[in-house]
């Protein structure tokens, strides 16, 4: 399975997908939509664990033990951030990110 | 050698009297402030009499001088071994001298104090002062070294404001207070100038080692000079005007006048008997320095105060307010002093000056205090200071006329009163040395024969004045001290101060010379008599004679316009081409530096406030944006 698809292939990919993520994160409007793009960059650094643990260490499983552990924690924070959310929405009755402004100067 | 160490309590007592009185006074009855303060200073009073009993009478062995002896001292400051300064108590014919009339005429102001101040709002303020201004010239008079002297001198001058400006809430006693204080520093500066002089080129503040013979000041007086003088004679002429802002001497008198603010208790201690003979007694105690290494600083000396003299005497003829006849008189009776000391020379009979001006002291004080107090029991009763609010008053005011009547015989120099004592030694002395002094010496005594019984009659004769309430005589405890002034002043002229206090300590023989005393003692009747025939009855004679003087007499009522001078020079001179432009500086560029600083700060703070916008897509682009460079720093340029 090795020979079949470069390593740098996955690379590229998860590279791709952490930047198009953190494009997201800096430009939606919508809080929910920010924290899709958090999950895209999340899932981006797994599957760069993944190759490389694949690739390099086979024997071993480091990496494959810490794309688990990312994953529960995404979903851990995902339930938080979710919940800051609802929170924001009964205050200022709206989810746009440029409204939750008044921590400033 | 014999101990004097308790000598320490006399300046001491008012000192922790006045701290008691002023921190604790509001919470007691006043007159009780007022009982505290007067056994004070009566304590102190008999501490030193005892003290001038033994230094003069019991533990002096007859036939040897008066000795100067350090009771006790300490070292104060040592800053090098070149330079130290010591504290300490002096004792020597003037200072005991000195002690007794100190403490004697405070003990009567404190006593009077108790009825005049009776009433008033600060009373325990006031008797705080009191003592501390009965501490400061305590520890003036014992001084040991130049220094010491110094340092009292300005807490003498800080009592004196703060005595002034007792009324504080009257805008004229605060201008008075403002005015005595300022022009009193700026001869301190002369002062501290001589002493600076004087103690470089000499290396030493002590006076027993500056006043020896046989000492640095006087073995070097010929020293380097500078236009025509040594440096001792500047240095001398610089300390002298220290004395002469003190003592109120032409030109420095300005504030003494105004001075009169103040309550009478207070003219009568300051500015009578014991502040403004501060200058004399400087002048006294650095004697030798002046007669054996200086003498064209006596010569200042003696011109100065006969001048001041003659000017105050001429002023006080014309004056109607009670107290300023009696401030001008005081600056004549001082002329008197420091021309006596100017004229006078250094040993034995050569020193009868010395001797005189002390003497003239020591009687001025009891006469000159009573005057003040007298004059204070009058206006007590008529609530006024002008004598043409006056007239009449002898059948409502006894006591007070009688002892106002014995002062104003003293003071002219008629036997047997002190003041014919004091002034004839003056008068002897001048005549051996300047005829012209003695002259003016003559004419100021007739001068003040006639203002002082012009005065007198004004007040207690004259016209009978029609007054609100019938004039009450002053109640026991104000005529007390006046009883017993008159009679010190009736008979000190009998203390043999020629055996006592002389230039180097020994006895001499003086005897009345009849040839000045008779002239001198007519002159003084001439002067009472034309005063009689102008004043003791109501008449027009006082206005012709103004009207006769004319221009002269205008003059002199305005004080010779010598405050429309000092005012010219101050607003016109020194506020415009000095205060202003250094204050425009101040405002302008010190401040405006700050200003800058400030303003540079808020508009950079202005820019950069951007950054915490509250938006988190922009903190999240900058958390990036800084991983990013971080990253490439660390793997290219690392």
């Known amino acids: 399975m090795t020979g079949t698809i470069p390593l740098q292939y996955f690379l590229i990919i998860s590279t791709l997908m952490f930047f198009i993520g953190i494009y997201g994160f800096l430009t939606r409007k919508n809080l929910i939509t920010m924290l899709m793009s958090i999950e895209l960059i999340l899932n981006s650094v797994n599957i760069n664990f993944v190759a490389f643990n694949r690739y390099l260490y086979p024997q071993n499983l480091q990496g494959h033990f810490f794309t688990l552990i990312i994953i529960a924690i995404a979903a851990a924070e995902a339930a938080v951030a979710i919940a800051i959310i609802i929170n924001i929405y009964r205050n200022f009755r709206s989810i746009d990110v440029d409204r939750v402004d008044e921590m400033k100067f | ?638």
């Not at chain 2, 009478?264 to 200058?279: E, N, Q, R």
Request: contains cysteine; aromatic residues 16%; positive net charge.
């Open chain 2, 1 to 638: 050698m014999v101990d004097y160490s308790y000598t320490l309590l006399i300046p001491l007592i008012p000192f922790v009297f006045f701290l008691l009185i002023g921190l604790t006074g509001h919470k007691m009855k006043p007159i009780v402030s007022g009982l505290i303060g007067t056994i004070g200073l009566g304590i102190v009073a008999i501490l030193s009499y005892v003290t001038a009993i033994r230094y003069f009478f019991t533990d002096h062995v007859a036939g040897t001088g008066f000795k100067s002896l350090k009771a006790l001292e300490v070292t104060w400051l040592h800053l090098t071994d070149k330079l130290t300064i010591n504290l300490g108590i002096l004792l020597d014919p003037i200072s005991v001298m000195m002690l007794v009339v100190i403490t004697t005429v405070s003990l009567m102001v404190h006593i009077y104090s108790i009825g005049y101040m009776k009433g008033e709002r600060g009373y325990h303020r006031f008797f705080a002062f009191l003592s501390l201004f009965s501490f400061s010239m305590l520890g003036l008079v014992l001084a040991t070294n130049i220094f010491q002297m110094y340092m009292f001198w300005e807490l003498v001058g800080v009592s004196s404001f703060l005595l002034i400006g007792f009324y504080y809430e009257k805008p004229s006693a605060v201008a008075a207070s403002k005015k005595a204080f300022i022009v009193t520093r700026f001869a301190d500066l002369g002062f501290l100038i001589g002493i600076l002089m004087l103690s470089f080129n000499t290396g030493t503040f002590d006076f027993q080692i500056l006043t020896s013979s046989t000492g640095p000041a006087i073995l070097h007086a010929g020293g380097a000079a500078f236009m025509g003088l040594s440096v001792l004679t500047w240095s001398l002429i610089f300390i002298f005007m220290g004395g002469a802002g003190k003592s109120a001497m032409f030109p420095l008198h300005i504030w003494l006048p105004d001075a009169m603010e103040g309550p009478t208790p207070v003219s009568a201690l300051i500015h009578a008997a014991t502040m403004v003979v501060a200058g004399v007694y400087l002048v006294a105690r650095l004697f030798p320095v002046y007669a054996l290494g200086a003498p064209d600083a006596l010569t200042v000396v003696a011109w100065v105060g006969g001048f001041s003299s003659l000017f105050a005497a001429i002023i006080a003829c014309t004056q109607t307010d009670i107290k300023r006849v009696l401030a001008y008189s005081t600056m004549s009776q001082i002329g008197y002093m420091m021309l006596a000391l100017g004229v006078s020379g250094y040993g034995g009979h050569d020193g009868l000056g010395f001797m005189a001006s002390n003497f003239h002291l020591f009687t001025h004080a009891m006469f000159k205090a009573l005057l003040f107090l007298g004059a204070g029991a009058v206006i007590h009763a008529v609530h006024s200071n002008d004598m043409t609010d006056m007239g009449s008053l002898r059948k409502y005011l006894p006591i007070t006329h009688l002892t106002f009547l014995i002062a104003c015989i003293t003071i002219a120099g008629v036997p047997p009163f002190s003041g014919f004592f004091s002034k004839d030694e003056i008068m002897v002395a001048a005549w051996h040395h300047n005829k012209i002094l003695f002259g003016i010496e003559f004419l100021v005594a007739g001068l003040t024969a006639f203002y002082m019984f012009r005065l007198y009659y004004s007040i207690f004769w004259g016209k009978q004045t029609h007054y609100h309430h019938k004039p009450h005589e002053a109640p026991f405890v104000m005529t007390i001290p006046l009883m017993i002034l008159a009679f010190g002043a009736m008979f000190a002229g009998f203390l043999p101060f020629h055996a006592l206090v002389t230039s180097d300590g020994l006895p001499f023989e003086a005897h009345i010379d009849w040839s000045i005393a008779i002239p001198s003692v007519l002159v003084g009747l001439v002067g009472i008599a034309i005063a009689t025939i102008m004043y003791m009855k109501v008449s027009v004679i006082p206005d012709n004679v103004a009207h006769a003087f004319g221009k002269t007499y205008r003059w002199a009522y305005r004080k010779f316009y010598m405050d429309e001078v000092y005012l010219f020079v101050t607003k016109k001179i020194i506020f415009k081409l000095i205060s202003d432009p250094v204050a425009w500086f101040d405002r302008h560029i010190v401040d405006g530096f700050m200003n800058l600083i400030a303003r540079v700060v808020e508009k950079t703070s202005y820019l950069i406030k951007g950054l915490q916008s509250g938006r988190l897509q922009q903190y999240g682009f900058v958390f990036v944006t800084g991983a990013i460079a971080l990253v490439l720093l660390f793997v290219y340029l690392w």
